[in-house]
């Protein structure tokens, strides 16, 4: 395949069709995911993702973002990111260097101003009266409340594999809490020589087994991306219904170094892709029996 690319979520659609014809103009992994995850960032009707997401207990909108280079295994990370229009971007922009690649709250803010990046007030009045409504009623977090982490994985047509995410995090979440989503191995993980992986769902299970690494190592030792990222997600589970009983939602997309896409999931998670052979397309994958099935999305699903 000369170029492919997979996102999360039926909000990304939009965002997949952009990120294909930026590769099919010949344009790099890099552009195309970061640029596909930006629309989702501006979208403000889908809240979990930039300027709407859903706020914080003190009714504050924190982002975090990440991105991966696949070629030099260099990221860039921002969390808990507040006054910016498009974390995912500051995050591309850090990836130079061997040092100060993962910068958060008043630093990434500091950052993000000195080189000229964006400002937004992420918080809609939608997003407001959400919260106002909801916040004396939720007594449980829920990483799927209104979907979740946007993740994009891109190959182009010189090989390089990028891997880019984005989100506001758990609706109500605590004041500095961070998920998994800018957490290089764990939210997202790009190696061109393999391949890439990006995890949503509840961070904190996610964090608990590397999901986005382990899929990748998977790879490396001669799994489909398929069978990667669904042995990434059932080991996880596995251990974690073993030692606490039970195991959060999670999901996580994959794509070797050929274009090959997988997804492994513990819930029904819709998703998109689109490559040099196939149109923008909107599919769901739903757990049954232990295997993963992988079905067009209908109205509904």
Request: hydrophobic share 40%.
């Amino acid at each position: 395949m000369k170029w492919a690319v997979i996102a999360t979520w039926k909000m990304a659609l939009d965002g997949t069709e952009k990120a294909a014809e930026i590769l099919r103009m010949g344009g790099t992994a890099a552009d195309a995911a970061c640029e596909g995850v930006g629309m989702v960032e501006d979208e403000p009707s889908f809240h979990s993702v930039g300027y709407g997401g859903r706020p914080d207990k003190n009714g504050r909108v924190k982002l975090d973002g990440g991105f991966m280079d696949g070629d030099t295994l260099h990221f860039g990370a921002v969390a808990s990111i507040e006054g910016f229009r498009s974390p995912v971007r500051i995050a591309r922009s850090l990836i130079k260097g061997d040092a100060n690649n993962f910068l958060c709250a008043q630093g990434a803010e500091e950052y993000a101003e000195r080189n000229g990046f964006e400002k937004r007030d992420n918080l809609t009045e939608e997003a407001r009266e959400i919260y106002e409504q909801e916040k004396e009623r939720i007594q449980k977090l829920s990483a799927y409340d209104g979907h979740d982490t946007v993740c994009f994985l891109a190959l182009d047509e010189n090989g390089t594999l990028c891997a880019a995410t984005s989100t506001s995090g758990l609706f109500m979440k605590e004041n500095g809490r961070i998920g998994d989503t800018p957490v290089p191995g764990n939210g997202f993980y790009a190696d061109s020589a393999v391949g890439c992986a990006a995890a949503t769902g509840m961070g904190e299970e996610i964090m608990k087994g590397a999901l986005s690494y382990a899929a990748v190592m998977y790879m490396s030792m001669g799994y489909s991306a398929m069978k990667a990222a669904q042995k990434a997600v059932d080991d996880l589970e596995k251990k974690l219904i073993e030692r606490n009983g039970y195991a959060n939602p999670m999901s996580l997309i994959a794509m070797d170094r050929n274009g090959a896409w997988g997804v492994g999931t513990n819930v029904d998670f819709p998703f998109c892709i689109a490559d040099e052979l196939h149109e923008t397309e909107l599919m769901i994958a739903k757990k049954h029996d232990g295997m993963t099935i992988i079905e067009a999305y209908e109205n509904g699903d």
